[in-house]
């Protein structure tokens, strides 16, 4: 797998990496992994990790000037879609690398490398860093970052996507000496703000021919601290109830418009986000500028597909 990669890393003495916006634990975790394995195996390489959202788990995103951008190798991680990526300037790099599990054809690198049977892209990069173990050091740090990801894209190692080479590179990057305990409660452990709007979002849940919706407006955001983005996150508060096979949230971001998270245990639900400027998994997906009009039609569509399914 990958097999120009330690070639092309070798090649340069700039390497610059990407993931998407709205970055999650896989993205920044394979982006901080990566570098930090690049760093523990080449102390002499400059490595940057480029995006403008931070994410209080992670480091503080690093500063590139343009020239140095234009001599760098790109390497692009967990970013199905061009579009998506966050911060442009990928384009000037000399060479750029996807690597990513989304099962996407897009190929905007130079190198295109998709493993969409893998649950994570720091599933992936744990694969190739025990496969190298032999000439290169894997140190507690980079199997830190990496577990953030394999934990989160896998919710807790519970996804179909979870997979006996999952948990062995899970145990691999165990065996690294990482603080498991640590790791799960900087992740899940919540503020008195999230639990309290959880609770909100459970009396507002509606249950319809095995689809759960919850539709948020601005002011109910604001009302509880939330933006639409940890808005969209909840929706993993309904993944395991029995009535329910398919589920979604919905949030305002301005007025009338709404973006939306969709799930489901049973119905694909990526390729109906792609007709709503998302996509995503075949169980998980994103949607974005929908009017109430295009949530009501999004849910009768999966409504049609869940009723088959009773668990
Ligand atoms: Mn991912």
Same mark, same amino acid.
């Given at each position: 797998?990958?097999?120009?990669?330690?070639?092309?890393?070798?090649?340069?003495?700039?390497?610059?990496?990407?993931?998407?916006?709205?970055?999650?634990?896989?993205?920044?975790?394979?982006?901080?992994?990566?570098?930090?394995?690049?760093?523990?195996?080449?102390?002499?390489?400059?490595?940057?990790?480029?995006?403008?959202?931070?994410?209080?788990?992670?480091?503080?995103?690093?500063?590139?000037?343009?020239?140095?951008?234009?001599?760098?190798?790109?390497?692009?991680?967990?970013?199905?879609?061009?579009?998506?990526?966050?911060?442009?300037?990928?384009?000037?790099?000399?060479?750029?690398?996807?690597?990513?599990?989304?099962?996407?054809? /897009?190929?905007?690198?130079?190198?295109?490398?998709?493993?969409?049977?893998?649950?994570?892209?720091?599933?992936?990069?744990?694969?190739?860093?025990?496969?190298?173990?032999?000439?290169?050091?894997?140190?507690?740090?980079?199997?830190?970052?990496?577990?953030?990801?394999?934990?989160?894209?896998?919710?807790?190692?519970?996804?179909?996507?979870?997979? /006996?080479?999952?948990?062995?590179?899970?145990?691999?990057?165990?065996?690294?000496?990482?603080? +498991?305990?640590?790791?799960?409660?900087? +992740?899940?452990?919540?503020?008195?703000?999230?639990?309290?709007?959880?609770?909100?979002?459970?009396?507002?849940?509606?249950?319809?021919?095995?689809?759960?919706?919850?539709?948020?407006?601005?002011?109910?955001?604001?009302?509880?601290?939330?933006?639409?983005?940890?808005?969209?996150?909840?929706?993993? /508060?309904?993944?395991? +109830?029995?009535?329910?096979?398919?589920?979604?949230?919905?949030?305002?971001?301005?007025?009338?418009?709404?973006?939306?998270?969709?799930?489901?245990?049973?119905?694909?639900?990526?390729?109906?986000?792609?007709?709503?400027?998302?996509?995503?998994?075949?169980?998980?997906?994103?949607?974005?500028?929908?009017?109430?009009?295009?949530?009501?039609?999004?849910?009768?569509?999966?409504?049609?597909?869940?009723?088959?399914?009773?668990?």
């Amino acid at each position: 797998m990958l097999e120009d990669l330690l070639h092309l890393i070798e090649t340069y003495n700039t390497i610059t990496i990407f993931r998407h916006q709205n970055p999650d634990c896989d993205a920044l975790g394979s982006q901080f992994g990566l570098k930090q394995w690049i760093k523990d195996n080449y102390p002499n390489k400059d490595v940057y990790c480029l995006g403008n959202q931070e994410d209080e788990l992670f480091p503080k995103m690093d500063v590139i000037e343009e020239e140095r951008m234009k001599q760098s190798l790109a390497i692009i991680l967990d970013t199905a879609n061009s579009e998506r990526i966050d911060d442009e300037r990928y384009k000037l790099a000399d060479k750029s690398i996807k690597i990513d599990h989304h099962p996407c054809d /897009e190929t905007y690198g130079t190198y295109n490398y998709i493993y969409s049977n893998m649950a994570a892209t720091c599933e992936i990069l744990a694969q190739y860093f025990y496969d190298m173990q032999a000439v290169k050091i894997v140190s507690k740090e980079c199997a830190t970052y990496l577990y953030h990801g394999l934990l989160t894209d896998t919710l807790s190692f519970k996804t179909p996507s979870t997979s /006996e080479k999952t948990l062995f590179l899970a145990s691999f990057l165990a065996s690294k000496n990482i603080n +498991i305990a640590h790791i799960n409660q900087r +992740i899940f452990n919540k503020s008195l703000d999230e639990f309290q709007f959880i609770s909100y979002l459970r009396s507002k849940l509606i249950i319809d021919n095995h689809v759960g919706y919850i539709v948020l407006s601005l002011d109910e955001l604001k009302q509880y601290n939330q933006t639409v983005s940890m808005a969209k996150n909840c929706v993993s /508060e309904f993944g395991n +109830i029995k009535e329910i096979t398919t589920w979604a949230i919905f949030a305002e971001v301005t007025d009338g418009v709404f973006d939306g998270s969709l799930r489901s245990r049973c119905v694909q639900v990526n390729d109906l986000a792609s007709k709503y400027h998302g996509g995503g998994h075949y169980f998980a997906a994103g949607v974005k500028h929908l009017s109430i009009k295009d949530i009501e039609a999004l849910i009768k569509a999966l409504k049609k597909r869940a009723c088959k399914y009773i668990n």
